[in-house]
């Protein structure tokens, strides 16, 4: 297999270059078929929206409209010659949402935002903790914010998956990142899950309270002013984002990018932050502008979801490790872990 069909069945953004030998193209407006031998069966692409591809074997039919490229998979189970543990056409999919554990910046009270600050070793503590309570729910693609602590929670809560699978962060800032970071055994590829890094997942941008002490910020300028910085839906911090402008870039990136993941089956975990993840919940939960200002996320606890026709159904969020009664499990999800018991025994 050559390289070039190798990395793009490793998934990574679809590259500008045509490939050669291994497949031809066609343009259809702006939907770039390409036909692949013995790999893909059709390889559909938006020229323009660059969809993420990962794993090969399992995708069966691609479908493309004009805003989004879905797969269904093949795959069903977690055995070790799956790429992928999803459902064969699929009707639900696992969303995790997890806020990244403590930040230095959170232990010395210090408003972060954008600060690309790393977890203490509490925060440290917290992720694996929270891989814990993750470890029987089966993950296909990992999202996370473009920011450290957020990259370490989930990298570090899947040292604890049950599955071992190797979460692999894709770099495609440059073509030659997307050249040098391929990946040449299918088997290795079949042992990994995609992580993509985005800035739309960033905590909200704080302006001009980045790096300024909580409790000296509220002295300074009242508690109540404080409060409508942090909490208001539509008032931003000086210079910085509001809640409302940090949702429209977060949920905008999770209908784009996400959704399409897990209509198509893929059970997705989300690492990101208090504030990009408020927003995300908002939309899930239909919640009001009025109900959000009172939604606080705990660092480190991992929130399920599950997405089935169309819709997304809150499962719980888990108040201590024990796996029993952390979930409420699906039918599906039971019969993931039950795989899973099979194959470690
Ligand atoms: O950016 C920060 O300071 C925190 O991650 C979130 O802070 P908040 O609770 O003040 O929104």
């Not at 030998?21 to 020229?47: A, D, M, Y």
């Not at 990136?253 to 995300?280: T, W």
């Not at 939604?295 to 599950?306: H, N």
Request: aromatic share 6%; proline share 4%; hydrophobic share 35%.
């Amino acid at each position: 297999m050559s390289a070039q069909v190798f990395h793009q069945a490793m998934g990574t953004l679809q590259s500008n270059r045509l490939l050669n030998n291994s497949g031809t193209h066609h343009e259809l407006g702006n939907i770039r078929v390409q036909l692949i031998p013995k790999c893909f069966k059709l390889n559909i692409e938006l020229s323009r929206n660059r969809n993420f591809r990962f794993g090969k074997k399992n995708f069966g039919i691609i479908q493309a409209t004009a805003s989004q490229t879905s797969v269904i998979e093949s795959a069903s189970s977690p055995s070790n010659h799956d790429t992928s543990d999803s459902k064969k056409k699929s009707n639900e999919a696992a969303l995790i949402l997890v806020r990244h554990g403590e930040s230095l910046w959170n232990e010395k009270n210090l408003f972060t935002g954008c600060v690309d600050v790393p977890l203490t070793k509490k925060g440290v503590e917290e992720a694996i903790e929270a891989g814990k309570r993750i470890s029987n729910i089966p993950v296909d693609m990992i999202y996370t914010s473009a920011l450290i602590r957020a990259q370490m929670t989930a990298m570090l809560a899947m040292t604890q998956h049950r599955r071992r699978k190797v979460p692999i962060i894709m770099h495609n800032e440059s073509e030659q990142a997307r050249t040098w970071s391929q990946i040449f055994s299918e088997d290795t590829m079949k042992q990994s899950i995609p992580v993509v890094t985005a800035w739309q997942l960033n905590e909200r941008m704080y302006g001009e309270l980045q790096g300024l002490n909580k409790q000296e910020t509220a002295d300074r300028y009242g508690k109540e002013q404080v409060h409508v910085w942090r909490r208001s839906y539509d008032i931003p911090p000086p210079n910085g984002e509001s809640l409302e402008m940090c949702a429209q870039r977060a949920v905008a990136y999770f209908k784009d990018q996400i959704e399409p993941q897990l209509q198509s089956g893929k059970n997705v975990m989300i690492a990101a932050h208090g504030n990009s993840l408020r927003s995300i919940i908002m939309y899930l939960d239909k919640l009001t502008s009025q109900e959000v200002i009172s939604l606080e996320l705990s660092t480190g606890i991992p929130m399920l979801y599950i997405f089935k026709e169309g819709k997304f159904i809150r499962r719980g969020s888990p108040a201590g490790p024990a796996e029993a009664g952390v979930y409420a499990y699906t039918r599906r999800l039971a019969q993931y872990r039950q795989k899973l018991d099979e194959m470690l025994h």
